[in-house]
C-alpha cells in the first residue's frame, strides 16, 4: 500500500466504492460513480479510479467490469486504513468461492441448486472469519436467485 494518504475527493471516491460494494456485492461502474458522486464525465471518474490505482489505495481485480476492489478503507474520521482486501489468501480464497459459484450456475439443473451451494460457501467464509466476503457472497446468490 502507498504511504500518500488520499486526497478529500478520493477518500469521497473510496467510501463511494466500499459503501457500493458493501449494498450491492459488486464493484459500481463508473457511470454509477459519475452520477453517485455528481461528477460531469466518466472520464474524470477513470482518472480519478487510475490516480487511487496508482497510489495503491484501489485496485482491479481483472480486467473485467466492476472488478475494483478497495484497498484502504476509509473510516469515519476521513482517514484511510487497510483494508481486508490486502490478504491476498483472503482475496484468492473468495475469488476460487465465486468461481466455484459462477460454475455451478452454468451446470446447475435448478436454481435451488445454485442457492444451497450459495449458502455452503458463504457459511464456510463465516466460519473462516471473513465475513464481509460471506455477504458479498450471498447478495450475489440473492442477485442470481432474483433473476438479476
Same mark, same amino acid.
Given at each position: ?10 477518500? /469521497?471516491?473510496? %467510501? =463511494?466504492?466500499?459503501?457500493? !460494494?458493501? /449494498?450491492? $456485492?459488486? %464493484?459500481?461502474?463508473?457511470? #454509477? ?7 460531469? %464525465?466518466? *472520464?474524470?471518474? @477513470?482518472?480519478?479510479i487510475n490516480n487511487l ?11 473485467? @467490469?466492476?472488478?475494483? /476492489? ?9 482517514? *484511510? ?12 480464497? =473468495? ?5 466455484? +459459484? #459462477?460454475g455451478r450456475v452454468r451446470?446447475?439443473?435448478?436454481? /435451488? #441448486?445454485?442457492? *444451497?451451494? $450459495?449458502? !455452503?460457501l458463504a457459511e464456510a +467464509?463465516? +466460519? +473462516? ?6 455477504? %458479498? ?5 440473492? @442477485?442470481?436467485? @432474483?433473476?438479476?
Open positions: 500500500m502507498s504511504n500518500i494518504r488520499p486526497t478529500k475527493k478520493q477518500r /469521497e471516491l473510496l %467510501s =463511494f466504492i466500499e459503501q457500493f !460494494i458493501n /449494498e450491492h $456485492g459488486y %464493484s459500481p461502474s463508473y457511470r #454509477e460513480v459519475m452520477n453517485g458522486l455528481n461528477y460531469n %464525465s466518466v *472520464a474524470t471518474v @477513470a482518472l480519478h490505482i496508482a497510489r495503491g489505495h484501489l485496485r482491479k481485480r481483472d480486467h473485467s @467490469a466492476r472488478s475494483l /476492489e478497495v484497498v484502504t478503507r476509509v473510516d469515519a474520521g476521513g482517514s *484511510a486504513t487497510a483494508g481486508p482486501s490486502d490478504d491476498g489468501h483472503e482475496n484468492w480464497l =473468495f475469488d476460487r468461492m465465486t468461481d466455484h +459459484l #459462477e451446470s446447475a439443473k435448478t436454481v /435451488e #441448486e445454485v442457492i *444451497a451451494d $450459495g449458502q !455452503i +467464509l463465516v +466460519l +473462516l472469519g471473513y465475513g464481509d466476503q460471506a455477504r %458479498s457472497l450471498q447478495r450475489q446468490v440473492e @442477485a442470481y436467485a @432474483a433473476g438479476d
